[in-house]
């Protein structure tokens, strides 16, 4: 990843996980794993949507 | 004056109060006599009569009032800065209007004012997911949650279970439902079938691009034209490692005949197979997976980048994967002798002796994502280039013992 990072915009990384031998979960392990993903990513969508529009450069800054 | 004993251990009151008192730990005497260390008497310096009392008072206040003032002064100074930016923008406006005619007119055979806007004024998200195994499935869950917000990526890249969730979560978001149920004893196959293409970005705003094309450093590249016909016809990407022909033959023996060795396994008895042989040759081809982390070795591969590997999963009808929606696709032998041949042809064009999972030569692959994006693969160079990585911080080469180890006690059981 060292080589790669400097690629990278935003690296997310994800805690906890599951374990990397755990590739066919149970169920319920697997709704966990999909709940963990989720909160790892929630607080940085509002900084990738943001970067995503495009640049409003026209309109004067009002505050 | 107050002496104290400069003892070796901090938790000594007289030596915590003659540190503390001269702000040190370290004691000049008993750098000099080291055999004699902790054991003598020194002087214990006092601070000016005040000092310290005086430090305490106007702290706390002082750090209060920074705290308080802090946020509307960061405030004020953001929104001054800002302003400052507008003003500096509509001075610019003129500018980098002729700036962009003249690119458009010294370009125009080569790349129209549409293409030039559409590629400097709108970013598209480039989502590359890493290798983890089964670490990685919490990526099913950043996916979903980044769709649900209107964030989908325009680009799905990933290497060894990063592939395999971007085709669950990208391709068929409701696959992972499937897979559940494959775990609980229902078929996968359908799961596993490819999806229609995503409409392609809308055209940006004109005027972010005057702003963008002079500010972005790969201006040359714009001279490349990505047409519309070199838009992929889906934008996932699975990666996987090529072992270099010239490193594999170096290799010792037992790596290179892997043939042999998978027959003989196979024509092994189920019990001694299961309760002997397996748990060894877990961690031996664990061993074998870390030979090949060393770039020298192996070099990553993008499937479904080019028409060969694309037709590997083209259609339903006459694609190599999914003629039958019905059938496991790889258990059909016509499918696999037409896998086969492709990954020859694969393995022959790229000069390479043997496919690896792709977490062996890039466990998160976002240089080779930007490679491909500015290569225009994506029909826009303007990227957000977002990593998914589960085993960082916490992954490290070495750890692969514990896996075999883990591995073989599984199979054991």
Redesign the interface.
């Known amino acids: 990843?060292t080589?790669?990072?400097p690629?990278?915009?935003?690296?997310?990384?994800?805690?906890p996980?599951?374990?990397?031998?755990?590739?066919?979960?149970?169920?319920a392990r697997?709704d966990e794993?999909?709940?963990?993903?989720?909160?790892?990513?929630?607080p940085g969508?509002p900084l990738?949507?943001r970067?995503?529009e495009?640049?409003?450069?026209?309109e004067?800054?009002d505050? | 004056m107050e002496t104290a004993l400069c003892g070796p251990s901090s938790s000594t009151p007289a030596r915590s109060r003659a540190a503390r008192s001269t702000g040190s730990a370290t004691c000049s005497a008993c750098a000099t006599d080291p055999f004699q260390a902790g054991r003598h008497r020194r002087p214990i310096p006092r601070p000016a009569p005040g000092a310290r009392r005086r430090r305490r008072d106007r702290g706390p206040p002082l750090a209060r009032g920074r705290r308080a003032a802090r946020p509307a002064a960061r405030r004020a100074r953001h929104a001054r800065a800002l302003r400052r930016a507008g003003a500096a923008l509509a001075a610019l406006a003129e500018p980098l209007d002729e700036l962009r005619s003249r690119l458009i007119d010294h370009h125009g055979d080569e790349l129209s004012a549409r293409e030039l806007d559409a590629e400097a004024g709108r970013k598209l998200l480039v989502s590359v997911a890493g290798g983890g195994g089964g670490a990685g499935l919490v990526y099913i869950g950043a996916l979903r949650a980044a769709g649900a917000r209107g964030n989908r990526p325009a680009y799905v890249i990933g290497s060894s279970i990063g592939a395999l969730v971007g085709i669950f979560a990208r391709a068929r978001p409701r696959a992972v439902g499937r897979v559940r149920r494959a775990r609980q004893g229902a078929r996968p196959a359908r799961a596993l079938l490819p999806r229609r293409d995503p409409a392609p970005p809308r055209a940006a705003r004109p005027a972010v691009a005057r702003a963008r094309a002079v500010d972005r450093p790969q201006l040359p590249a714009l001279r490349r034209r990505p047409a519309q016909d070199q838009r992929p016809r889906d934008s996932l990407r699975g990666v996987v490692a090529g072992v270099r022909r010239a490193s594999f033959e170096r290799l010792p023996q037992r790596f290179r005949r892997q043939p042999e060795r998978s027959l003989r396994e196979r024509a092994t008895p189920d019990l001694a197979r299961s309760t002997l042989r397996l748990a060894p040759a877990v961690a031996r081809r664990m061993w074998q997976v870390a030979m090949f982390f060393d770039p020298r070795v192996v070099k990553p591969v993008a499937l479904g980048g080019d028409e060969l590997t694309r037709r590997a999963g083209r259609g339903r009808r006459s694609g190599v994967l999914g003629r039958d929606p019905r059938r496991p696709a790889l258990r059909d032998r016509r499918v696999g002798r037409a896998l086969d041949a492709l990954l020859g042809e694969l393995l022959e064009r790229e000069e390479l002796a043997a496919l690896v999972d792709g977490g062996v030569a890039s466990n998160v692959p976002v240089e080779l994502a930007w490679r491909r994006v500015q290569a225009g693969k994506l029909g826009s160079r303007n990227a957000l280039y977002v990593a998914f990585d589960c085993f960082h911080p916490q992954w490290d080469p070495r750890h692969l013992w514990a896996a075999a180890d883990h591995a073989g006690r599984s199979s054991s059981r």
């Not at chain 1, 690629?7 to 805690?15: C, G, I, N």
């Not at chain 1, 996980?17 to 169920?27: A, F, G, K, R």
């Open positions: 990843m080589r790669n990072a690629y990278a915009d935003w690296l997310v990384r994800f805690e996980t599951l374990s990397p031998i755990d590739l066919v979960p149970e169920p697997l794993a999909i709940g963990w993903g989720r909160a790892s990513i929630e969508l990738i949507k970067l995503l495009p640049a409003a450069w026209e004067p800054y505050g």
